[in-house]
T-cell receptor, first 112, second 113 residues
Framework: AQSVTQLGSHVSVSEGALVLLRCNYS??????LFWYVQYPNQGLQLLLK??????LVKGINGFEAEFKKSETSFHLTKPSAHMRDAAEYFC??????????FGGGTRLMVKP | NAGVTQTPKFQVLKTGQSMTLQCAQD?????MSWYRQDPGMGLRLIHY???????DQGEVPNGYNVSRSTTEDFPLRLLSAAPSQTSVYFC????????????FGPGTRLTVL
C-alpha cells in the first residue's frame, strides 16, 4: 500500500526566507504524488502534482516540488515566503482505488 | 458551476444521535469520496464511490454509512454519533479513474458531545 510521511508538523520561517516542507513516500509502484494547501477555515486546494512526467513540478503561487526516486522524496519548496503562504500543507499519494492517502500535514507559519 | 457543496457547515450532536452530512457536485464526476480531518493525522478516507449505485469502504468506515443513488449526491450518515466522530468532514470528487485531481468541498465541522 502507498503511504506518505511529512516530517515536521509545524514549520516557521521569516517572510522572504526559503520554504522547505518535507514529504517522503512509500510505494511499490511508480507513485502519483500531490501537494494540497488548506487556508484557515477552507477546503483543500491543489498546489501541484507529479504524474511521472518531469521530476521538477511547478505549481501555483510560486511553489515547486522535485520527485527524487533515490530518496523516495517529494519535498515542497518556495524561494521566498509571503505572509499569505501561512496555511497547512498536505502531501498525498494516489492509491489503487484512485483515492488519496494523505500525510499528517505541516502547518507553515510566516513571521514578518 | 458551484463545484462541490457540503451542508451543513457546522453541526453539534449529542452522543447517540444520528444525522446525515450532505454532499453534492454539479460537474458530472463519477468518483466521489468522504474524508475526515483530525489534527496531526491528515485526512483519512471514510467511504468512496466510483459511480451511482457503487460504494466501497476506505480506511476508517466504522460508524458511517453511505449510498449513491444519483451521480450528483453522496450523503454520509452517522448512525449513532460518538465523541470520537468529532472532526471536520470533507467531500471530494473527481471525473474518472484517469483524472488525478480531486476537487474538495468546504467541509463540515462536527462536534459530538
Amino acid at each position: 500500500a502507498q503511504s506518505v510521511t511529512q516530517l515536521g508538523s509545524h514549520v516557521s520561517v521569516s517572510e522572504g526566507a526559503l520554504v522547505l516542507l518535507r514529504c517522503n513516500y512509500s510505494s511499490s509502484v511508480p507513485p502519483y504524488l500531490f501537494w494540497y494547501v488548506q487556508y484557515p477555515n477552507q477546503g483543500l486546494q491543489l498546489l501541484l502534482k507529479y504524474t511521472s512526467a518531469a521530476t521538477l513540478v511547478k505549481g501555483i503561487n510560486g511553489f515547486e516540488a522535485e520527485f527524487k526516486k533515490s530518496e523516495t522524496s517529494f519535498h515542497l519548496t518556495k524561494p521566498s515566503a509571503h505572509m499569505r503562504d501561512a496555511a497547512e500543507y498536505f502531501c498525498a499519494v494516489k492509491n489503487a482505488g484512485n483515492m488519496l492517502t494523505f500525510g499528517g500535514g505541516t502547518r507553515l507559519m510566516v513571521k514578518p | 458551476n458551484a463545484g462541490v457543496t457540503q451542508t451543513p457547515k457546522f453541526q453539534v450532536l449529542k452522543t447517540g444521535q444520528s444525522m446525515t452530512l450532505q454532499c453534492a457536485q454539479d460537474m458530472n464526476h463519477e468518483y466521489m469520496s468522504w474524508y475526515r480531518q483530525d489534527p496531526g493525522m491528515g485526512l483519512r478516507l471514510i467511504h468512496y464511490s466510483v459511480g451511482a449505485g457503487i460504494t466501497d469502504q476506505g480506511e476508517v468506515p466504522n460508524g458511517y454509512n453511505v449510498s449513491r443513488s444519483t451521480t450528483e449526491d453522496f450523503p454520509l450518515r452517522l448512525l449513532s454519533a460518538a465523541p470520537s466522530q468529532t472532526s471536520v468532514y470533507f467531500c471530494a470528487s473527481t471525473p474518472d479513474r484517469a483524472t488525478d485531481t480531486q476537487y474538495f468541498g468546504p467541509g463540515t465541522r462536527l462536534t459530538v458531545l
